[in-house]
Nanobody, 129 residues
Framework: QVQLVESGGGSVQAGGSLRLSCAASGRTFSSYVRGWFRQAPGKEREVVAAINRSGGTTYYTDSVKGRFTISRENAKNTVYLQMTSLQPADTAVYYC??????????????????????WGQGTQVTVSS
């Protein structure tokens, strides 16, 4: 069965760091666009970052630029999200996702959750004041 499993979440103080990992099993995802999304209590899910198939091109939402870094190791079927200078506003459940139907060339569809057909269960990140 195809599964994406996030790990690395937890509770940190403002200004701290966490590294999230998303390990995939049941299928090779080296040809898939990979993304990270988050959902805070009472809020809609939003895109955080995305990375193309080779790992050479990335996207970040404005609120995390300069603080978060997305990367991937295709040999390990794993994508990462390194988060630094964390703020209370970053508190949310973080989800990893994979898409076979979009790319970074000629469109903005990689920013839309509807194009991601595989999702993890999520991992909680809590940032205290």
């Amino acid at each position: 069965q195809v599964q994406l499993v996030e790990s690395g979440g937890g509770s940190v103080q403002a200004g701290g760091s966490l590294r999230l990992s998303c390990a995939a099993s049941g299928r090779t995802f080296s040809s898939y666009v990979r993304g990270w999304f988050r959902q805070a209590p009472g809020k809609e899910r939003e895109v955080v970052a995305a990375i193309n198939r080779s790992g050479g091109t990335t996207y970040y939402t404005d609120s995390v630029k300069g603080r978060f870094t997305i990367s991937r190791e295709n040999a390990k079927n794993t994508v990462y999200l390194q988060m630094t200078s964390l703020q209370p506003a970053d508190t949310a459940v973080y989800y990893c996702a994979a898409s076979s139907s979009t790319s970074f060339s000629g469109s903005y569809r990689y920013r839309l959750e509807v194009v991601y057909e595989y999702w993890g269960q999520g991992t909680q990140v809590t940032v205290s004041s």
